[in-house]
């Protein structure tokens, strides 16, 4: 009997176990990641926009590479081969070949921005009102990776017209887009920043967030990069206008880098403790003697009047036996790497919108904004001013923070050779090395896009 | 219920039953002409006088017979003189003419390999009835083969095989191919069975660029019965989607009944790099290189001449490297690194005891064994205790219950590998410069003054953690039940295996990567957890010579994995590694993945006269890795032989013992791929301000299914003089379509690729041995036995992209393109090094007739050579004289190419080599002025991009003596008077001997890189049974 009760049961086990399989067990589990169809309220669509916003942090875009990469081909650092990085666009000798880099990583921001846009809010719990004020902020991002992408790729102070795709769906029906035109492209960030500013909430004050006022802030920063001065005269006066920033006093300036949310930031990019670029990031190429690439040629040094306390941001550094003249106060924490990158300030707006007067004949009106950062650094003040003036004080101002280069490219001047830098030829207004070549990945993957001349 | 046959009738009455039937029915179909006959009666036994039944017992002249029952008894009419054979499968037939008598016991001895029972994935068959190139290595064959993962057993042994290593570092995965790749983007892993169970092998090692930890590494080769390898499709497709990559089975041994026999068997080991590599510069060559740096670059400028590099070098030491200005004040001295991080003769020890026996209904066999090896680079070794028990009851007749486990507890403490890493010591060996000092003056490690990026690995492998724990335990339990129906079995086996994985690691806070974050900790756990359950149910049926075998196998496998990590840095004191006293958490994450698969499978075999072979298996198959529509999957496979000797027209000729052509077609799949692939995500894990974000993850694809295998072979397999001369010959071909393919997207999509089916591969090649015993004395044997294998792919389709042009997959430095092999390697070709100047040239065109000094004008040519080789072969050799034994194996593999990495960094004439890191001593050859012929290009002082070119690319054939083993087996006398029933001594070699073709290769063949390189032993060792 127990034998015949063990073959039983062995034959009821076989069985149950032999019908009980069906397609249905077989689902996997996605337990870190869910469906692409289940964006279905508020906090979805927020996370979407954080995602998109933290693309900016990444290592190949604001984390570090496109400023580096705009500091090091200007005239104001070099790269001192600890570590091997950055001697590629150092040298102008940037290939095809060399990899992605913001080009893949400002469209890994534009997608989710396209999933927020495109969505059906009838379909989504939450406050319309809400939701279009994260709209208007995926605009903004939209359109400032569509301005980075072409500013890095775009054939426009090359006197070309071929700018990079404007991409406004999310897997839409064109996977394969072609370059649009420089115009085109200008066209779609004005009218992206433009929603930006109208449907951005009043209440979105937060500097970590684009907010109105940031979307105004890059419109003065766009339209001065295409020479449209009224237009970044008006976004300029707007966002000083609206008395929500202010310049940093002489005795704060340097020390602030270490802060977040100071008074003259518009829009800065948060990292903290546990999520920082760390290795990767700006304050470890700057300095420190592993990597630490990023070296200041003495020269920077002479740009200074001795009370300006901007010299406070340089300094000397020692590495076994080396002394090296390095970036000593912006994003100044080597060894935790978490400063928070600040994106837009209004000292940067000031001198926008002092460009532009100038160039509209205000030369009074744009002594006086300069003005405001000169008493506030322990220079002299500017009695006249010329186009150069402008563009020393950007430099002194904003040095290290990615804007010598693209000010060489926007004012089609050639770059100088400088004495330590690792090119050694003056870079001509017309020369192909001012921008990037398209990636070879992109050329391979996408039958429509063509690449820029010389490369 | 009805009572059953075996209850109703005693086993006499059944017997007598039996044969009134077949007597009846041998009265109506046969015309019996002899006039007495009579009932006879017997029993079959074997050589250990265990009953067989289901013998064959034939008259001969009339071609009819009876089966032996399950006690071995018989009852067969006859008349005086007939002649009656006896057969069984797996012994020599035996007849006997019958006489007065009326009872006989037949006592069959095995026959010699001629019936070898080859291990199949869910069963077994002999060699007569093998339909295809399945290859069986046996534990004589394995022996106690001092590898730390049991996959490293096989290379060289088997045809179509090629098994390269990861890392020498003990306990590394390695990389197999069988026949090849047949696929791009899926796994061309082949999949590995243990005791019918399949299982995952993957590195389990945690930790990123970690030593990698093999999942065989917790397998003891004195636990392995036979390793059968599955090539083609009869035998894998009854793995279905995961078969096309070929199946590698592992039998165990089991437990087995008869007198407690123990077995000992341990060794002692040494072991150094198989090759010494390269040699890198010392320091006064370096020198000599770096005021040529100078000279080359500032001399003209500067005017200076070359005996005046030396003072413009002090002149403006402020610019320069001040190394070499107190070099020649400190003594010219020069520090061999490579010498300070090589263990020279690490050791190694191995011990296993295994004991087996019992009765009838319950036996056993447990074993445990500890290996320890310690690598042939500091700060490296490696621990594992491996133990099993198996243990089977007979509960009843019919029923017999086993259960096989497992339990493996493995320990590696490891390195950073993958890459050049500043804090791994096989970088510094060619990276650290040989100025920078090991030891200040009072002994201790020079931290503060080695002048460069890397670190001491000396104080690092002291101080620093890098350790992979595992710890797994497997258990299958089987029932077998013979069924009431004749010949019908049941077997049901339940099997899990559990593992859990920790990794540990510490950084110093006083010197090395861990500095800046005051010293930092993190944590890995890894568990998985697989369960697999499957019924099979056989049926065999004998009549006369129709032999018919069916087999009807269900099966359902899931596994799932899960895993988390921690990271923290903040340590107020050194001494302290863990977490707990970590001030400042970095980061957490942690993830969950599972996965399911069931199939239904069927598989026949029919044999007629062991002639004519059948071979159908069928496949219907699910797996949680693609989408519902598209996720069952049917797999065939068909093969037949043509077993000749047993032809009468064969069977005169004395001297065939086997002359078997076979065919077989069959379609595997392949579901190597990423799980969650084919599902369009959004993911989670992006975090900004502290909050989470939600990003586009997988482009997904509804449609993605397997790929699709499909492979012809034909063959021949042929033993004459009772082996002394045997071979195989055996040619393949296979097609994959549907492969799976990334295909790249435009980047402004956001997504890299999507995962489609699209494309077709095509591979082939031919496979052949000869051996034979050629000498086989009482005393003396000898055995020789070669193979050679090619295999060759070809691209016949790609995907093509958005507006109609076929993709071409490029890579950094090959290529997959239509028409060509796979991985063709794709780079600039190097045209020397000019006269004139001393710069690198470059082909301008595939011509090869124009040069070019641009590197970014040079185009990159196709070179004939791929990554993987064409060309197999290896030797085995086996002699024995008395009580000694040597055995040899040497492996050749050919036709490929291997690109040396990391050549910026050490192989070019620039400030890496000569300023900032080491150089290979190659560079001394260099350019020095106009009319020098080299390849090496004058030194330059600065600092030249990546080039990808041919300079360093080698054809990578290469023969290595991989195994090589004296044997001295003791008396029986003398070693029953100590009470035991055998022992031996063994000395063995392994990987004593590496020639390669190209010597401009200054690496190890198998592969070229940072890694730790394969190691070659020597071993020592006794094996006892009592």
């Not at chain 1, 942090?57 to 590479?65: A, E, F, Q």
């Not at chain 1, 101002?397 to 001047?413: A, M, N, P, S, V």
């Not at chain 2, 061309?188 to 030593?211: F, K, M, Q």
């Amino acid at each position: 009997m127990k034998k015949k009760s063990i073959y039983l049961i062995h034959l009821l086990l076989t069985s149950i176990l032999v019908i009980s399989c069906s397609s249905e067990d077989l689902e996997p589990t996605l337990a870190t990641i869910k469906g692409a169809d289940s964006i279905k309220t508020e906090a979805d669509i927020q996370g979407v926009l954080i995602g998109a916003v933290d693309i900016l942090t990444s290592s190949n875009w604001y984390g570090r590479d496109f400023i580096i990469e705009d500091e090091i081909r200007g005239t104001t650092v070099f790269a001192n081969g600890n570590s091997g990085r950055f001697e590629n666009p150092a040298r102008y000798a940037y290939i095809a070949d060399n990899g992605l880099g913001v080009w893949a990583t400002a469209y890994d921001a534009i997608a989710p921005t396209n999933i927020i846009i495109n969505s059906d809010f009838s379909e989504i719990d939450g406050s319309q009102e809400n939701m279009q004020s994260i709209v208007g902020q995926a605009h903004f991002v939209r359109a400032i990776a569509h301005f980075d992408l072409l500013r890095n790729y775009g054939q426009q102070h090359l006197g070309g017209n071929l700018g990079i795709p404007i991409v406004t769906e999310f897997k839409g029906e064109e996977l394969s887009p072609a370059r649009n035109t420089v115009e085109e492209v200008k066209g779609a960030i004005y009218a992206d920043l433009e929603t930006a500013y109208n449907t951005i909430s009043a209440n979105a004050t937060s500097k970590q967030f684009p907010s109105r006022l940031a979307a105004k802030a890059l419109e003065s920063r766009v339209a001065l990069y295409f020479g449209e001065w009224s237009r970044a005269a008006a976004a300029a006066k707007l966002v000083i206008d609206s008395g929500k920033f202010s310049v940093l006093a002489a005795d704060a300036y340097v020390s602030s880098w270490e802060g977040t949310n100071a008074a003259n930031s518009i829009f800065e990019l948060a990292f903290s403790a546990t999520d920082n670029r760390g290795i990767n990031g700006l304050a470890y190429i700057y300095r420190g003697c592993n990597y630490g690439d990023v070296e200041v040629l003495p020269s920077v040094q002479n740009l200074y009047e001795a009370s300006d306390v901007r010299l406070g941001v340089l300094g000397d550094e020692t590495c076994s036996s080396d002394v090296k003249l390095v970036n000593k106060a912006k994003w100044p924490k080597t060894d935790s790497q978490d400063d928070n990158v600040v994106v837009l300030r209004i000292e940067e707006v000031i001198l926008n919108y002092a460009e532009a007067l100038l160039e509209q004949g205000q030369t009074s009106a744009a002594i006086l904004e300069l003005n405001k950062i000169t008493s506030k650094r322990g220079a002299s003040a500017y009695t006249s001013v010329t186009k150069q003036d402008i563009l020393n004080e950007r430099r002194k101002e904003l040095i290290f923070e990615g804007f010598q280069f693209f000010d060489y490219q926007r004012t089609r001047l050639a770059i100088p050779v400088t004495p330590g830098h690792n090119n050694q030829t003056e870079i001509s207004s017309t020369d192909h090395r001012r921008i990037f070549p398209i990636p070879t990945y992109e050329l391979e993957s996408n039958a429509n896009m063509v690449q820029n001349d010389g490369y | 219920m009805h009572k059953r046959f075996s209850n109703v009738y005693s086993r006499k009455n059944k017997v007598f039953l039996l044969a009134h039937v077949f007597f009846l029915w041998g009265g109506v179909c046969f015309n019996i002409t002899h006039a007495q006959v009579k009932t006879v009666s017997g029993t079959v036994l074997d050589d250990q006088e265990v009953p067989l039944p289901g013998a064959t017992v034939l008259v001969q002249d009339e071609n009819r017979g009876v089966s032996t029952d399950f006690d071995g008894n018989f009852s067969i009419d006859v008349s005086v003189g007939d002649v009656v054979v006896v057969s069984y499968v797996g012994f020599e037939n035996q007849s006997f003419t019958v006489d007065q008598r009326d009872t006989y016991t037949i006592t069959l001895q095995p026959s010699s390999e001629l019936e070898e029972v080859v291990v199949m994935g869910y069963g077994t068959l002999t060699r007569s009835e093998l339909t295809g190139s399945a290859v069986q290595v046996t534990s004589e064959d394995i022996g106690n083969f001092p590898v730390t993962s049991v996959d490293q057993i096989l290379q060289g042994k088997v045809p179509g095989l090629y098994l390269w290593g990861n890392s020498g570092t003990p306990g590394a995965t390695s990389n197999v191919l069988i026949r090849g790749r047949s696929s791009i983007n899926a796994s061309n892993a082949p999949l590995y069975v243990i005791d019918g169970i399949p299982i995952n092998v993957r590195n389990l090692g945690l930790g990123n660029n970690s030593s990698s930890l093999s999942t065989l590494a917790g397998v003891n080769a004195t636990d392995i019965e036979s390793i059968t390898v599955l090539k083609d499709a009869t035998a894998t497709s009854q793995y279905g989607s995961r078969g096309s990559g070929g199946v590698i089975v592992i039998n165990t041994k089991k437990s087995a009944q008869g007198k407690i026999a123990i077995n000992i068997d341990a060794n002692y080991g040494w072991s150094n790099d198989a090759i010494e590599g390269p040699v890198m510069l010392t320091a006064s060559e370096r020198r000599e290189l770096y005021f040529d740096g100078l000279f080359n670059t500032f001399g003209d400028r500067n005017g200076f001449t070359r005996e005046g590099t030396e003072q413009f070098y002090l002149n403006n030491i402020r610019s320069f490297n001040p190394v070499y200005k107190n070099w020649a004040e400190q003594g010219e001295y020069t520090e061999d690194w490579a010498d300070l991080i090589t263990v020279d003769n690490a050791p190694s020890q191995n011990i296993n005891l295994s004991a087996r026996g019992g009765s009838e209904s319950l036996n056993f066999r447990a074993s445990i064994g500890y290996q320890s090896v310690e690598a042939t680079v500091i700060g490296s070794d490696f621990e594992s205790i491996n133990g099993t028990l198996n243990l089977r009851f007979k509960l009843s007749d019919k029923l017999t219950f086993s259960t096989d486990n497992r339990f493996t507890v493995l320990e590696l403490d490891g390195l950073l590998e993958n890459s050049a890493y500043f804090a791994s010591p096989r970088t510094a060996k060619y990276f650290m410069p040989p100025t920078s000092r090991a030891f200040n003056e009072d002994g201790s490690y020079n931290i503060n003054d080695l002048n460069t990026n890397l670190f001491h690995p000396l104080y690092l492998a002291e101080n620093d953690i890098d350790l992979n724990q595992h710890f797994q335990i497997t258990s299958q339990q089987r029932l077998k039940w013979q069924t009431p129906i004749e010949n019908l079995e049941l077997e049901s086996v339940i099997s899990v295996d559990h593992g859990r994985t920790w990794y540990r690691t510490y950084d110093n806070r006083v010197h090395g990567g861990g500095v800046g974050d005051q010293g930092n900790t993190g944590t890995e756990s890894a568990h998985f957890a697989d369960f697999t359950i499957q019924n099979i149910l056989t049926y065999s049926k004998r009549v006369d010579q129709h032999n018919f075998r069916l087999a009807a196998i269900q099966e359902f496998i899931d596994t799932s994995r899960s895993w988390v990590e921690s990271y923290a840095k903040g340590f107020s004191a050194d001494g302290l590694y863990y977490l707990n006293s970590a001030a400042d958490p970095v980061g957490v994450a942690g993830s969950f993945t599972d996965g399911y698969n069931t199939s239904y499978k069927v598989s026949t075999n029919y044999s007629y006269d062991e002639k004519y072979v059948l071979n159908l298996n069928y496949t219907r198959e699910a797996d949680s890795r693609f989408p519902k529509d598209t996720r069952w999957g049917d797999f065939f496979g068909a093969g037949i032989a043509w077993n000749l000797e047993r032809e009468s027209f064969i069977q005169n000729i004395d001297y065939i013992d086997r002359l078997k052509l076979f065919a077989n077609y069959g379609q595997t799949g392949n579901a190597g791929i990423n799980r969650n692939t084919y599902q369009a995500s959004l993911g989670f894990g992006s975090s900004y301000a502290g909050t989470a974000g939600i990003l586009p993850a997988g482009f997904g694809n509804d449609n993605l299914t397997w790929e699709k295998f499909a492979t012809t072979e034909i063959g021949l397999n042929v033993v004459l003089f009772r082996n002394s001369l045997n071979g195989d010959i055996i040619y393949y071909s296979g097609q994959t379509t549907d492969m799976l393919q990334s295909v790249p997207l435009s980047r402004t999509t956001s997504f890299s690729s999507q995962n489609q089916n699209i494309g077709v591969l095509n591979s082939s090649g031919l496979e052949i041995t000869i051996g034979g015993d050629l000498i086989k004395r009482d005393d003396m044997i000898l055995t020789l036995r070669g193979s050679v294998s090619t295999n060759q792919n070809e691209v016949k389709e790609l995907a093509k992209d958005g507006s109609g042009e076929t993709v071409e997959i490029i890579d950094g430095d090959t290529r997959i393109v239509e028409g060509e092999p796979l991985y063709q390697y794709y780079m600039r070709s190097y045209a020397g090094v000019d006269p004139e100047t001393g710069v690198k040239i470059y082909y301008a065109d595939e011509t090869k007739t124009e040069t070019t000094k641009v590197y970014g004008q040079a185009p990159r040519i196709a070179s004939d050579m791929t990554v993987d080789p064409t060309l197999q072969a290896s030797l085995f050799l086996n002699v024995g004289y008395k009580n000694i034994s040597l055995s040899a194996q040497a492996n050749y593999a050919g036709g490929h190419g291997e690109y040396e990495p990391w050549s910026r960094y050490t192989r070019e004439s620039h400030r890496f080599s000569t300023d900032l890191f080491n150089g290979i001593n190659a560079l001394m050859d260099r350019w020095q002025k106009p009319g020098d012929i080299t390849d090496v290009p004058k030194i330059q002082h600065l600092n030249e991009p990546w080039t990808t070119y041919d300079r360093f690319l080698y054809e990578a054939d290469f023969i290595r003596l991989r195994d090589i083993t004296l044997t001295y087996s003791f008396n029986n006398e003398l070693v029953n008077k100590a009470g035991l029933s055998s022992a031996q001594i063994y000395v063995r070699g392994v990987n004593l001997y590496t020639w390669k073709k190209d010597d401009r290769n200054l690496w190890d063949p198998e592969f070229l890189n940072l890694r730790t390189p394969p190691t070659k032993s020597i071993v020592v060792g006794f094996n006892v049974n009592l």
